[in-house]
């Protein structure tokens, strides 16, 4: 048997460390930029962080502008105003300064001042023509990982669901990811990107298109993300925790970017799509039921995850071992605060067919699930996170 090969990928250049983000405007010159737009939203506008970035970017002799009306969970018609801005003003950099949705909104953009017509039109994979403007992405949280992902997902708010956009044309430039960016998040927004980050990991690794790479990646990921994650949504101010988060979280990314996720990602998009609930929350609710289902599609692996987290499963059984991946993952989020329940946060009984009829057809994410799900099973799921 031939062995597979795997493709991996990931930005033209990746900054990690406190103080990386002093480091934009050199980067920006050194893509060849003069003009630059800074994506971000309100709340980062509001602390002051978006004009040190322009400030660092005019330091290099470039002209910047900030674009704050970033909206959260981006509707795909948000996006019009910020391309008018970029189309108008001609730049020719694109810097996304935030959480996923100001990364996502910036991804998008780069790509319609080039092309085009409505994010729609690009909705799943490989359906965006040719390469946008050139991005750069500072994340704000450690969560998203859409610095180092080929994704963008916004919400179509006709379906009431959250779609992907999926093409090597999204992978940015340079991705600067900086631990001093996140110590003020508060400790709830802390809570669910960092559960978010441990989904991404949990999956990748248990991905069907898991590879050596992302399986180092990942692995480390659930380690990095477990032993920290506690602390830094306790203490925000401590350094060494946002390190690890920051760095657990980048490693989750790029196991992601080219492994995939599995059905936590499929059950979570009509959660939120339709009930406005965060991504990250949204994922971090659901993953204990998901990881109790998906145990006996690979009980090695789930074993393995479990150890990372910190379980001591030495003397269990392969299926005891697996058994205990998922709840450290329950115990996990209600130690940082993640609603146990959906019913915790406003969904009723009488939405989970209409949500599972939404996630059966997202086969993008389910065909990589490590065990197979039919509506049935979504079903089932739903009812005992409810």
């Known amino acids: 048997m031939q062995p597979k090969v795997s493709r991996f990928q990931l930005p033209g250049m990746l900054l990690f460390g406190a103080g990386a983000t002093e480091q934009v405007g050199s980067e920006a010159r050194r893509l060849g930029a003069q003009k630059v737009l800074i994506v971000t939203d309100q709340g980062i506008a509001a602390t002051g962080m978006a004009e040190k970035i322009r400030d660092c970017i005019q330091q290099e002799g470039l002209e910047a502008d900030i674009f704050a009306d970033v909206e959260p969970e981006p509707p795909v018609e948000s996006l019009t105003p910020c391309m008018q801005m970029a189309k108008d003003g001609k ?185 406005h609930i965060s991504h990250g929350m949204s994922n971090a609710l659901l993953l204990p039921y998901v990881v109790r289902f998906n145990l006996l599609g690979n009980l090695e692996k789930f074993a393995r995850i479990a150890e990372a987290m910190g379980e001591r499963v030495g003397h269990l059984s392969r299926r005891a071992a697996a058994e205990r991946a998922a709840e450290a993952c329950r115990q996990l989020a209600l130690d940082v605060g993640i609603p146990q329940r959906m019913s915790e946060v406003g969904v009723p009984e009488e939405a989970i067919t209409k949500m599972a009829e939404a996630a059966v057809e997202i086969r993008r994410l389910l065909d990589n699930n490590p065990r197979a799900m039919t509506l049935d099973d979504i079903i089932q799921i739903y009812q005992e996170a409810m």
Do not use: C, W
């Open 91 to 275: 730049y020719d950099l694109v810097v996304g300064l935030g959480g996923g949705s100001a990364m996502d909104t910036a991804k998008g953009v780069a790509v319609l001042v080039k092309t085009g017509g409505s994010i729609k039109d690009y909705f799943g994979i490989g359906k965006i023509p040719r390469p946008g403007l050139p991005t750069m992405m500072l994340p704000t949280t450690a969560g998203t990982g859409s610095e180092v992902s080929m994704n963008a997902i916004f919400l179509d708010t006709e379906a009431q669901v959250k779609v992907g956009v999926v093409s090597p044309y999204l992978l940015t430039q340079v991705a600067l990811v900086d631990p001093l960016l996140t110590l003020s998040v508060p400790p709830k927004v802390t809570a669910a990107t960092g559960m978010d980050a441990l989904t991404h990991a949990i999956e990748s690794y248990t991905a069907k298109k898991a590879t050596v790479h992302t399986e180092m990646y990942a692995l480390e990921a659930i380690r990095l993300i477990a032993s920290s994650i506690r602390t830094a949504v306790a203490d925000g101010t401590n350094l060494e925790a946002r390190h690890d988060m920051a760095l657990g979280s980048l490693f989750a990314a790029i196991s992601m970017a080219n492994a995939g996720t599995g059905a936590v990602h499929a059950l979570a998009y009509p959660l939120g799509g339709e009930f």
